[in-house]
């Protein structure tokens, strides 16, 4: 079994969200999870510090962690707006640039789900600010319609992880479907809206997922962790990514991006 890494990137800026809501959900989530002492008064401190600073993207450090872990992981970034995701197209070139420098793979995180004229649109509108030819997609907040997978492979994309399921990776049209596996929200909130897990608590389940995979064949297990997290005020969700990377190598689990996983699969079915 091979790990496939993933970062969402939802936000880049806090005043990017001055037309939507937010930033009054977030504020009101820090103080709801600190009086339920979900987070810690470091950890509430942490946040409202990396809001003045106007800072709500992790990118350069968790892109440091993952290059020093030989993790070659992939970034979903969006080039349209949408249910929260907020920042201009020319943020999400800048740091599409910055990524692909780095070394890393970048596919789009995608708003449009059900209409092929938008699917489209989003796919030549990365295109046109990436430079690249072939590149998959992750839908915002998981959203999909009957009709998404068969309008991805009509736009011309390589592979799509959208679909929450325990599955192996499967084919439709020309497009390859990775179910995502483990995401980092799922672990910390159960049955809430707010965070009410603990470390070790995601900690038993991500091993207890992981065990699952193996004993059902999944050949390629996906994990999503969103930059955001990557810092000191979700002291929890990014000791749980430092760990989790850690296990998976301690126990001889080697790491692949969706691109490579793809030429393989190819391979495969070719013989």
């Not at 990436?130 to 994309?157: D, E, P, W």
């Not at 699952?212 to 000791?239: M, P, S, V």
């Amino acid at each position: 079994m091979k790990i496939i890494i993933s970062h969402d990137v939802d936000h880049i800026t806090v005043w990017e969200h001055k037309y939507d809501l937010i930033v009054p959900k977030f504020i009101c989530r820090s103080f709801i999870e600190a009086a339920l002492r979900s987070i810690s008064i470091s950890e509430i401190g942490n946040r409202f510090n990396d809001f003045l600073k106007n800072k709500w993207q992790n990118l350069e450090e968790i892109a440091r962690f993952d290059k020093e872990n030989d993790v070659p992981s992939t970034f979903f970034i969006g080039v349209n707006n949408g249910v929260g995701l907020s920042y201009p197209p020319r943020s999400a070139e800048y740091w599409i640039k910055i990524i692909l420098n780095k070394g890393f793979d970048v596919g789009v995180h995608g708003i449009s789900f059900a209409d092929y004229d938008d699917i489209r649109s989003e796919y030549e509108a990365f295109k046109s600010l990436s430079g690249l030819q072939k590149f998959g997609i992750r839908m915002h907040y998981l959203r999909n319609a009957a009709n998404t997978v068969a309008a991805l492979s009509q736009a011309g994309y390589m592979f799509d992880s959208t679909l929450y399921k325990f599955e192996n990776p499967f084919k439709t049209g020309n497009v390859w479907e990775f179910p995502l596996h483990i995401m980092d929200g799922h672990l910390f909130y159960k049955n809430s809206r707010w965070q009410n897990r603990t470390l070790e608590q995601a900690k038993d389940q991500t091993r207890q997922t992981v065990e699952k995979a193996e004993k059902g064949n999944i050949n390629y297990l996906t994990i999503l962790f969103h930059d955001r997290y990557f810092c000191k005020g979700f002291e929890t969700w990014k000791q749980w990514y430092i760990w989790v990377i850690g296990y998976l190598r301690d126990n001889g689990f080697k790491f692949i991006n969706y691109k490579n996983a793809v030429l393989e699969l190819d391979k495969q079915t070719e013989v």
